[in-house]
């Protein structure tokens, strides 16, 4: 399915197309509201800021079974 509608004022559009070889074509476009960007920084800051505790859990109970 094709879509060909012009991004509106505020709207981000993003488009790429990734080929290798002769058989393989990939072409991912996306739309985007600056609502649904902010979103998407809440999201990747919300995995990030997680990730870094999980790191710090980790270390911590490392240290401990070596002691």
């Avoid at 197309?17 to 985007?32: I, K």
Wanted: aromatic share 2%; net charge positive; proline share 4%.
């Amino acid at each position: 399915m094709t879509r060909n509608v012009p991004a509106g004022p505020g709207q981000q559009h993003a488009e790429i197309l990734f080929e290798a070889g002769r058989n393989v074509r990939l072409r991912v476009a996306a739309d985007l509201s600056p609502a649904g960007l902010l979103g998407i920084a809440a999201l990747v800051s919300g995995i990030l800021l997680s990730t870094a505790v999980l790191v710090t859990a980790a270390g911590h109970a490392a240290r401990q079974r070596r002691a």
